[in-house]
Each structure stands twice: as structure tokens, then as C-alpha cells.
């Protein structure tokens, strides 16, 4: 933690005198009285830095751990197995304490562990090209939707799903705010998929862009190649949102039309850490480059013809012609970035996919779990990858919840915040990470 000492009666007068005022208060005559505190803050006395760390460890005791309770949470935070060598590694002090880099060619190592990350992502997604990360998810995604006007050139409407995350509609209505960018919704099918007949005929000359989270919100995993399909009837950006982990078992969606990729990658590098910090992701086709915010490392060779890394397709940064930016994103979350690259290096190709299907066979293990049980129900009946929606026909959610709180339990996201229809209904999310006695202790629960 940074100290701070404040300035002593000689220093505070020097520095009234030199700004030509003789008290702070004169600094503060601009504004009205009314809005003006009198008097002095209410706060506590000081304390020696000793009393103070044992007043914050008697705090920090009252926190609940993660080794304590049973988590089921995701809706997009979600709790993957990260190797312990990845925290040993990006605690270096190279690697922590390094900003981001302005000399950019001088910091060949952290150029490289940014140009590794790229071609990840990109081998990942089945996309040519990959920034050097976004901040999170949500703005990765509302980058995107701007993003796809400047390919497009055309058109004020781009189309998303009802069955977005509602957390990062939420950040992208924020951000198009303003921009003359319309968000439309389209409903989505009983079985929780995108209603495809709504999007087609929801297309015009209008749409430059269309969004598809796959898995979806509720978990559900979307056809990207049949919304693809629509592309030739009438000419859309099609933004793909795709949880990373499942496209070790689907079709990455570069390679079946998907013009943009953007998302959320936080859970290869770190757990949940009570909302952050997060990893957002953004890669697209080399046609696209210059439309691209954020970072971009490129390869190539020096004078004596050795490898070299530098930071490529600059006028996209603020820094350099603000007037030209594509964004206003001149930064990136390069140890989350380096964390991530660390993960995927060592469980590799093999542990990747692996790592996925387990999350698809405890999920599918939970499900025929709570089919058996009478008063619980699926309201959602496509495919899924690690979460589901489960419905209370007793109407007794909050009583369940409760019980799961005793028994410290967190048995999924309650979503009756999206309205009636979902006030008894439950988003749970299995991991990898969950052992076949944490799910049946989940299913005793609701049964």
C-alpha cells in the first residue's frame, strides 16, 4: 500500500502563497454555499499502521471463502480450473509491476506474451486477427456493435436476441447511447434457441448487424451456421459471442461466417474474485483490421533479420490520432491477457478439449438428476454446455434458496429479475470443478 504523508503548516503556506489565496476555503469560493459541507468529516481519529492492519485482518475474518461454500453461479463469471504454476508465473515482477507498453519495441517479452495470446484466441475463435484484449465481456461485445457499423458503413439497427446476457445488454445500450445506433430484440423459441423466422424477418437495409451469444444466456447453445445462412439474402455483420471453452467441442465461429468474435475470457486466467477483474476478447477477419479497437501485436524481422515484435495498425489509438480512433479503448488487460496464454500453454490442445467435456458430462449428470425430480422442471429443451435453467412448479424458490444459504450452498442465479415468467427459475451452472457430491447435494436440495 502507498504511504502518504501530508504537508506541514510551513509547506500548507508556501503552497497557499504561491496560488495567490490565503486559505483553501478562498479555492472553494466559486462554489455556492449551500452545496458546501461546514464543519469537519465524520471520521474516526487516526491509527498506527499496526492498529490499523489488526483492525482490517479482524475484518477480512468476517469474509466468506470460496473453499466454504458450494458455488453454482456463472451468467457469464464463471470458476474453471487454473493451474497453480499461472499465478507463480504472472507474480514475477516483470510480469506484475509492467504497465502498458508506450515504448512499446523495447519490451520485446511482453510484446511476445501479447502476440502468443492473439494467435490463441484466434486459433480458438477461427478468426485471422485478435486485439490484445479488451477490459471485459460486455464492452468487448458493445465494441463489436460499433465495430460492425464502421465495416458496414451502413444502416442505424442491429438486431440481438432476448436471450442475450441481460448484464452486458445493460453495457451495451450504455455505450450506443448517442451514436444513432438502434438496439432491437428478437425473441427466442420455446426450446430457449433464437427464433430464426423473427430475425429474418426482422432484416433490412437498416441491420448492419446481428449478435448470437452461443451458449446463450439460459445455456443453450445456438445454430451460428443457420443465422450465417441469412447473410446472403441480406448483407449483415454477424457478431458471435461464444463461450471460448465450448469451441472445443463446436465449430469455431469464424469459420462459419461469424465476422466478429468478442467475449469474455477471465476463467482461464483467474477465478470469480467478486466481479472482477475481467478479460474481454475481440478478434475478426484481417479485412477487418483497421476497424478494430484496442491493441494489436504484429511479428516481423529487424535490420539483421531476427524476429521482432511490435505494436501494429497504430491509428486506431487514441494516443496517437485521436481523431482517427476507432475507439476509445488505448489500453488492455495484459496480465489476465498473459495469465490466459500461461493456462491454455499448459493444458494444451488435449486438456482444452478435455476440459470441456467434462463440463458437458456433469451438466448432462445434474439434468438427469433433476428430471427425477416431480416438482422441479426444465423449461428449456436445446442443447446445452455447462448451464441450465431450472423451474420450482411448487413455487417454492425462495424457500429452496434459503435452505441452500443454511447448508452454504449457492444453488444458481435467480432470475425473476427478467420478469414474472422467471420468478420461480433458477440459471446453474456446472463446472469441471464440480465433484458428483457437490451436484447431488444441489438436487437433495430442490427435491
Known amino acids: ?205 437498416e441491420v448492419f448487424g446481428v449478435v448470437v451469444q452461443s451458449p446463450n444466456f439460459f445455456g443453450v447453445v445456438e445454430d451460428m451456421a443457420a443465422v450465417a445462412a441469412l447473410k446472403s439474402k441480406s448483407p449483415f455483420c454477424l457478431i458471435a459471442m461464444p463461450d471460448l471453452l465450448s469451441l472445443a467441442l463446436l465449430e469455431a465461429p469464424g469459420k462459419i461466417g461469424a465476422d466478429i468474435c468478442a467475449g469474455e475470457a477471465h476463467y482461464f486466467a483467474s477465478g470469480t474474485g467478486f466481479g472482477g477483474p475481467l478479460l474481454g476478447f475481440l478478434a475478426t477477419h484481417k479485412d477487418n483490421l483497421r476497424q478494430m479497437p484496442g491493441r494489436i501485436v504484429g511479428k516481423t524481422v529487424d535490420k539483421d533479420g531476427k524476429r ?50 467434462l463440463n458437458v458430462e456433469k451438466t448432462q449428470y445434474a439434468l438427469s438428476r433433476f428430471r427425477q425430480l416431480k416438482n422441479v422442471g426444465l423449461p428449456f429443451s436445446g442443447p446445452v454446455f455447462n448451464e441450465f435453467v431450472i423451474e420450482m412448479k411448487d413455487g417454492s424458490v425462495e424457500k429452496r434458496l434459503n435452505a441452500a444459504k443454511a447448508k452454504k450452498i449457492m444453488p444458481g442465479l435467480p432470475l425473476g429479475f427478467l420478469g414474472k415468467e422467471f420468478e420461480q427459475r433458477l440459471l446453474v451452472c456446472i463446472t469441471e470443478k464440480k465433484t458428483k457430491e457437490e451436484i447431488d447435494a444441489l438436487v437433495v436440495l430442490f427435491g
Not at 519490451?107 to 495470446?117: C, D, H, N, R, W
Not at 451495451?172 to 423466422?197: C, H, M, N
Not at 496480465?335 to 470441456?356: H, Q
Request: proline share 3%; charged share 20%.
Open 308 to 357: 521482432g515484435f511490435v505494436l501494429t495498425a497504430q491509428t486506431r489509438e487514441q494516443h496517437i490520432r485521436r481523431e482517427k480512433a476507432t475507439s476509445n479503448i488505448c489500453s488492455n488487460e495484459g496480465l489476465l491477457a498473459l495469465a490466459t496464454t500461461i493456462t491454455l500453454s499448459l493444458i494444451g490442445k488435449e486438456g482444452f478439449c478435455d476440459m470441456a467435456r
Open 1 to 205: 500500500m502507498a504511504g502518504f504523508t501530508s504537508p506541514g503548516a510551513t509547506e500548507r503556506e508556501q503552497l497557499l502563497s504561491a496560488a495567490g489565496v490565503r486559505s483553501f476555503d478562498d479555492f472553494l469560493s466559486g462554489i455556492p454555499s449551500g452545496l458546501r459541507k461546514s464543519g469537519h468529516l465524520n471520521l474516526p481519529a487516526g491509527i498506527s499502521e499496526f492498529e490499523a492492519f489488526r483492525r482490517l485482518s479482524a475484518l477480512s475474518a468476517k469474509n466468506a471463502h470460496d473453499n466454504d461454500w458450494s458455488v453454482f453461479l456463472g451468467a457469464g463469471a464463471y470458476d474453471h480450473y487454473v493451474p497453480a504454476a499461472v499465478s507463480a508465473l504472472t507474480g514475477r515482477s516483470e510480469f506484475l509491476t509492467a504497465y502498458t507498453p508506450y515504448q512499446a519495441e523495447v519490451s520485446q517479452g511482453t510484446l511476445q506474451a501479447i502476440y502468443e495470446f492473439q494467435s490463441l484466441i484466434c486459433e480458438i475463435t477461427g478468426n485471422e486477427a485478435a486485439n490484445a484484449s479488451l477490459y471485459d465481456g460486455a464492452t468487448a461485445l458493445a465494441e463489436a456493435v460499433i465495430m460492425a457499423r464502421s465495416i458496414k458503413k451502413k444502416g442505424t439497427r442491429c438486431l440481438v436476441p432476448a436471450s442475450l446476457n441481460p448484464f452486458c445488454r445493460q453495457v451495451l445500450d450504455t455505450y450506443v447511447k448517442g451514436l444513432g445506433i438502434e438496439i432491437a430484440t428478437l425473441a427466442f423459441r420455446p426450446d430457449g434457441t433464437l427464433d430464426l423466422s423473427a430475425l429474418t424477418a426482422a432484416l433490412s437495409d
